[in-house]
Nanobody, 111 residues
Framework: VQLQASGGGLVQAGGSLRLSCAAS????????TGWFRQAPGKEREFVAS????????WYADSVKGRFTISRDNAKNTVYLHMNNLQPEDTAVYYC?????WGKGTQVTVSS
């Protein structure tokens, strides 16, 4: 499966973005799908994940209450809705499913 993340960009603190992770080559199937991020000079860290049917979600403490992960299996896409973005959210965001990783999308939050 190939994953394509999109939706990143430059936003001011307090702003919002919606990231998309589209799968091609095959469907997400019954895999969990997650978002990770990597800031400059830091290790890649978990952000959020969602069960294949959307029934359960998990979040890093740093994004709870601000980010929401969702999925539309009919569109083979997983989303990350990010609200109240802060400069510390600046990173390259990656989606992953079934052991596959997509190329990241850059999110930059200015203060």
């Amino acid at each position: 499966v190939q994953l394509q993340a999109s939706g990143g960009g430059l936003v001011q603190a307090g702003g919002s973005l919606r990231l998309s992770c589209a799968a091609s080559g095959r469907t997400f199937g019954r895999w969990f799908t997650g978002w990770f991020r990597q800031a400059p000079g830091k290790e890649r860290e978990f952000v959020a994940s969602i069960k294949w049917n959307g029934g359960s979600t998990w979040y890093a403490d740093s994004v709870k209450g601000r980010f929401t992960i969702s999925r539309d299996n009919a569109k083979n896409t997983v989303y990350l809705h990010m609200n109240n973005l802060q400069p510390e959210d600046t990173a390259v965001y990656y989606c992953t499913t079934g052991g596959h990783w997509g190329k990241g999308t850059q999110v930059t939050v200015s203060s």
